[in-house]
């Protein structure tokens, strides 16, 4: 198999890696950098658990070949505290109970982010909406959405 270098930025650190020439971002990022935050789900984009952000949009790394992502800046779960302070979505999803099994919450946080990234006072309907890609099996929604909405509030009142 044929192996392309690949350079980007992962979460503020520049990283370069040979990955196989059709390899996943979701392979790249959890075999070959070690960046386990990165869950894979079904592997074939419906249930948004591989969920991370490339250069400020939300995108599904099983579907993202790694060779696509060179030169760009990717986001993960694992970027998201700052010097041991979790991130105002991390605090909320804790406080909120909205972890529940945890498999989903990465993809869940991620696609949280991104919307409160472009619309930091979302209503209920755009929390909905953005977390539409993403299956939760324990089938525990409300409190993630009450965990965004939450954050997103938090952060309008921090801004004020």
Same mark, same amino acid.
């Given at each position: 198999?044929? @192996?392309?270098?690949?350079?980007?930025?992962?979460?503020?650190?520049? @990283?370069?890696?040979?990955?196989?020439?059709?390899?996943?971002?979701?392979?790249?990022?959890?075999? @070959? #950098?070690?960046?386990?935050?990165?869950?894979?789900?079904?592997?074939?984009?419906?249930?948004?658990?591989?969920?991370?952000?490339?250069?400020?949009?939300?995108?599904?790394?099983?579907?993202?070949?790694?060779?696509?992502?060179?030169?760009?800046?990717?986001?993960?779960?694992?970027?998201?505290?700052?010097?041991?302070?979790?991130?105002?979505?991390?605090?909320?999803?804790?406080?909120?109970?909205?972890?529940?099994?945890?498999?989903?919450?990465?993809?869940?946080?991620?696609?949280? @982010?991104?919307?409160?990234?472009?619309?930091?006072?979302?209503?209920?309907?755009?929390? #909905?909406?953005?977390?539409?890609?993403?299956?939760?099996?324990?089938?525990?929604?409300?409190? #993630? #959405?009450?965990?965004?909405?939450?954050?997103?509030?938090?952060?309008?009142?921090?801004?004020?």
């Amino acid at each position: 198999m044929t @192996k392309v270098p690949v350079q980007f930025t992962l979460n503020g650190e520049e @990283k370069a890696e040979f990955a196989e020439s059709g390899a996943t971002l979701l392979k790249v990022l959890r075999e @070959k #950098i070690g960046d386990m935050s990165v869950k894979g789900g079904c592997q074939q984009g419906t249930c948004g658990s591989c969920s991370v952000i490339i250069d400020g949009a939300l995108h599904l790394s099983c579907l993202t070949l790694a060779e696509t992502c060179d030169g760009r800046s990717v986001q993960t779960t694992a970027g998201l505290e700052d010097a041991g302070v979790l991130h105002p979505l991390q605090r909320a999803f804790n406080e909120g109970f909205a972890t529940q099994c945890g498999f989903c919450t990465p993809g869940m946080l991620m696609a949280a @982010k991104a919307l409160l990234d472009s619309n930091p006072a979302p209503s209920r309907e755009d929390v #909905i909406e953005a977390i539409a890609g993403n299956i939760c099996r324990c089938t525990g929604y409300e409190p #993630i #959405i009450q965990a965004i909405l939450s954050a997103a509030h938090a952060n309008t009142l921090n801004a004020a």
